[in-house]
């Protein structure tokens, strides 16, 4: 009886108890875990992609604000005055313009000084209370 049993089972022994089956399986699933896997991984590229341009356009953003505030500037009368009476030298009716001379370069007074080694120490001080 018992080797009718044993008999039985072995007849009875399918496609799912076989080892070939087994490792089939195991290969789809491993496929199927690979498949997974680099789907999220290029899900997450995507959303760091993504909120990298987010954060660009919101300093686009900032910057365009930053802008349009400096072009409203621009085009106040304060700033056209001021650009008119600086770079043009105008004046209002009554106002007198006076240009002063600009300042001597660094290079200059530098030029001044190693020309005047030739001459003493005392001149020198008399020349720079007197002018």
């Known amino acids: 009886m018992y080797r009718d049993q044993v008999k039985n089972k072995r007849a009875n022994k399918g496609i799912f108890d076989s080892k070939a089956f087994m490792l089939s399986i195991v290969a789809l699933l491993l496929l199927l875990c690979f498949g997974v896997y680099k789907e999220i991984t290029k899900r997450l590229r995507v959303y760091n992609e993504i909120s990298a341009l987010e954060s660009e356009i919101d300093s686009l953003d900032n910057k365009n604000k930053d802008l349009s505030k400096l072009i409203e500037y621009f085009n106040t009368d304060s700033y056209i005055e001021r650009e008119a009476r600086e770079k043009l030298g105008l004046a209002k009716p009554g106002e007198e313009v006076i240009a002063l001379p600009k300042s ?21 001080w008399w020349r720079y209370f007197t002018k």
């Open 104 to 124: 001597q370069s660094k290079r200059t007074l530098v030029n001044n000084i190693s020309n005047s080694k030739d001459i003493g120490n005392s001149v020198l």
